[in-house]
């Protein structure tokens, strides 16, 4: 392949060693990368970003992509995380080559090559337990001790990791190490181990294995089974490449592909956690409503929330592959969701904090319909019409009693711009025995149809509002980031993550909407006029309809948004 310089330098440095490697004919041109999920919990925004970049890399370069699913530590993993990480990825809109893989697939082979390297004296059963190994591994500045079992016979390592296969072991007595360097610099590399006894049914081979392969030892070899070129892992994998490569050696054919571990940085977000465990304890201990509350990190979570595939793409493809770690702005994710929807969703009006209005000079048992465009950046989506009639809501923010100058909205004797309407001004205000403002009685222009000056006289302030006679009620949950703070993880001392959780992420109100969203469908969005994007909960029922806040409008990140016009 032919790649000129201006290419080459809007490369990132995968897509730079990638076509060196088809320049040079490697593995025959081909690149294949794999996505490799653990099925212990659900995809996070983090896993995005890696499956934007392996499916993005395949289809650049016309090769593909293997869904597998690490299946290796049965205690932890379950079917519906298999179940909704194929749903995660599809959601994306990408679709691995042939059916879903699993390491599973492969555990005959691993117990095949484990058994090759004991027989070249590179693999060995030791029976010390967990406390001992890591008290022999020595530190990092101080070499490690060999274990009393390292130089036992091969004949007797392979008997017994034979007796570990059968389940005549309890777990912790024995394990399977691999013979490399105990003095090594890196820790990785002083005798890790391949396989620890793990008596549970596992949820696609049952009972058969008593044995489980350790991640380090399955990972490359799973590459190299599925003929993977590139193997895309996250920052954290780079010191366990040496390990990965040092498998390899013992057991590749060098006439087969050889899989090559290339690391990025992962990603970490402001007011966001990352760690699976982390959130699985908010799950757990129910700090939220599940796996997919919009509040979530989740690929289910951010979905519900609103957030569309092309979003998060564009998102992924925006911070871009970095070699270092970063943490990017969480208003760069609202910035990719705002500019999508801009895009794609039909505007209607909605109230969230109504204050009644009665225009008094409009004819009473009255009303018209009003029409109003549904998309400004989008003429295909047309229009609709709304009604109109002598009693309206607006919102509550929308009305000082004593406004400064700089309130361009409605005030006693002001007039304003009701959209797509009339120009009205306040001419009463209608208090409850409290002195709450409970109704507005204003007049209006009947020559100022459509929000139209009839004599060229200007009208700085323009207000949404609903019909108060013809509308939907609406159950609005109006969500926040999840936490307070930009690194929850970076915790005081004694404190917790969840001590710094949001305690305004989720507010209930019930609104006003204009009545064309009744026939709205689950998961549609819309931009609700000057209060922002939402979209239709999986809770809506024929009785109820319940409506997310995706993203506010205000976009608090115009200086990073300036820089990428």
């Known amino acids: ?48 970003k890696s499956i934007c970049l392996n499916f993005g890399l395949t289809q650049k370069y016309n090769g593909f992509t293997n869904l597998r699913f690490d299946d290796t530590n049965p205690t932890k993993e379950d079917v519906e995380y298999v179940d909704s990480i194929k749903k995660d990825v599809e959601w994306l809109g990408f679709k691995w080559h042939g059916q879903d893989l699993y390491t599973s697939d492969y555990f005959e082979i691993l117990y095949d090559f484990a058994i090759q390297l004991i027989k ?43 007796k570990m296969k059968n389940g005549e072991f309890e777990e912790g007595k024995m394990s399977l190490r691999a013979k490399i360097d105990m003095a ?147 208003a760069l994710l609202e910035f990719s969701i705002r500019e999508d929807l801009n895009k794609k969703s039909k505007r209607v009006m909605g109230v969230l904090d109504p204050l009644k209005v009665v225009i008094t000079n409009y004819p009473e048992n009255s009303s018209e319909e009003l029409p109003a465009i549904n998309n ?7 229009s609709r019409n709304i009604p109109f009639s002598r009693e309206i809501f607006i919102e509550k923010d929308d009305f000082m009693e004593t406004a400064p100058k700089n309130f361009f909205r409605l005030a006693p004797g002001v007039e304003v711009r009701l959209r797509y309407s009339y120009f009205i001004t306040c001419n009463n205000v209608v208090k409850d025995e409290n002195g709450e403002i409970v109704e507005l009685h204003c007049t209006y222009d009947p020559l100022s149809k459509g929000g139209k000056s009839p004599d060229g006289r200007k009208v700085k302030g323009t207000i949404h509002w609903v019909d108060a006679n013809q509308n939907v009620k609406t159950e609005i949950r109006l969500y926040d980031r999840l936490f307070s703070v930009e690194n929850p993880d970076k915790n005081e001392e004694g404190a917790s993550f969840l001590d710094y959780i949001n305690p305004e992420s989720l507010k209930i109100v019930q609104g006003i909407l204009e009545p064309s969203v009744k026939k709205a469908k689950i998961s549609e969005s819309f931009q609700f006029e000057r209060l922002g994007y939402f979209c239709v909960d999986y809770d809506t029922t024929d009785e109820k309809l319940v409506f997310n806040r995706t993203v506010t409008l205000k976009d608090s990140w115009t200086k990073i948004a300036n820089k990428l016009e």
């Open 184 to 330: 090594s610099p890196n820790m990785h590399m002083r005798d890790p181990l391949m396989y620890r006894i793990k008596k549970a049914s596992h949820h696609r081979t049952g009972n058969k294995w008593n044995i489980y392969p350790m991640y380090d030892y399955a990972h490359g070899q799973s590459d190299y089974i599925e003929g993977i070129t590139h193997s895309i892992c996250t920052l954290e994998f780079e010191v366990h490449r040496p390990l990965y490569d040092w498998f390899l050696d013992q057991i590749a054919d060098k006439n087969k592909i050889r899989p090559r571990q290339i690391e990025f940085a992962r990603l970490n977000m402001t007011y966001t956690i990352m760690s699976k465990r982390k959130l699985l304890q908010l799950v757990t201990e129910k700090k939220v409503l599940g796996w997919d509350d919009p509040r979530m990190p989740t690929v289910s979570g951010l979905r519900r929330r609103g957030y569309t595939p092309e979003s998060i793409r564009n998102f992924a493809n925006r911070i871009g592959v970095a070699k270092r770690d970063n943490t990017i702005d969480f």
């Open 120 to 162: 070249d004296g590179k693999a060995y059963v030791c029976e010390q337990t967990a406390e001992e190994i890591a008290q022999y591994k020595g530190t990092p500045t101080q070499a490690g001790k060999e274990s009393p079992w390292r130089n036992r016979p091969i004949a007797e390592s392979l008997y017994l990791f034979a």
């Open 1 to 48: 392949m032919v790649v000129n310089e201006e290419k080459k330098e809007s490369l990132n440095f995968i897509e730079q060693i990638i076509e060196e490697d088809i320049a040079n004919n490697k593995n025959g041109g081909r690149i294949i990368t794999r996505f490799p999920p653990e099925p212990n919990g659900y995809l996070h925004i983090g896993h995005a």
């Open 376 to 382: 400004p950046e989008d003429e295909t989506m047309g």
